[in-house]
């Protein structure tokens, strides 16, 4: 199965500060994705790429940046990290087409106080 | 937007019996992807499938691409199978977009 690294796993941020969610993906797939999830709105998709130096925003971008240096890596940066960014953070990667599975890291647990 | 229904959201049964789990979108989907989510864990995909029917183990997925609705059927379920079932969508137009619903809860006792 297709390997996502992401770290760290957990983060306790100052509300202010700079945060970055690293992902690495060993797989050569053209596709990243970031996701946050929190109780009650399910996984809701962030920024995601198409390949190195492309990123896109998804539908919820605001407060958010996103970089693809390479194929393999792709980063969620918070500038000014804020309390209503505390979630859970997935990161996923997948090729393109329609039988194409999509697989996603561990997760990084961020908490901005 | 873009929107992903799953039904129902939640659902208890008893070791053995069968599960059947709908998933309906706003719009054409080229490719649609199940996942399973212990709390706590990440998502593990249980089956890609954009079109017709496809098996894995117990599991079956459904997609019927025109009527904009797929399902998951799970057969003589076990307690391991509680978790969170979700289903995401991938829109047309070659776009990379991955749209979740907000997943069926799947708890099965003895």
């Known amino acids: 199965e297709a390997a996502v690294t992401q770290s760290p796993r957990n983060k306790v941020a100052v509300t202010g500060g700079k945060v970055t969610l690293s992902c690495n993906q060993t797989?050569?797939?053209?596709?990243m994705y970031w996701y946050r999830q929190d109780t009650g709105h399910g996984l809701r998709l962030i920024h995601y790429s198409y390949g190195a130096g492309s990123t896109e925003k998804g539908d919820i971008p605001d407060g958010y940046k996103a970089s693809r240096p390479s194929q393999e890596n792709f980063s969620l940066i918070l500038e000014l990290a804020t309390p209503s960014q505390t979630s859970v953070y997935f990161c996923?990667?997948?090729?393109?087409?329609?039988?194409?599975?999509?697989?996603f890291g561990k997760g990084t647990r961020l908490t901005v106080v | 937007g873009q929107q992903v229904q799953q039904s129902p959201a939640s659902l208890v049964l008893q070791e053995g019996e069968n599960a059947e789990l709908q998933c309906n979108f706003s719009s054409t989907a080229t490719r649609l992807q199940w996942f399973y989510q212990r709390p706590g864990g990440s998502l593990v995909s249980l089956l890609s499938n954009p079109s017709g029917t496809k098996h894995t183990g117990r599991l079956t997925s459904t997609t019927v691409t025109k009527e904009r609705r797929g399902s998951l059927h799970i057969s003589s379920s076990q307690i391991t199978d509680s978790g969170t079932y979700l289903c995401a969508m991938g829109n047309q137009g070659g776009s990379a977009k991955l749209i979740f619903g907000e997943g069926t809860k799947l708890t099965v006792s003895s």
């Open positions: 996923a990667s997948g090729d393109a087409g329609i039988n194409t599975e999509v697989f």
């Open positions: 797989n050569n797939h053209n596709n």
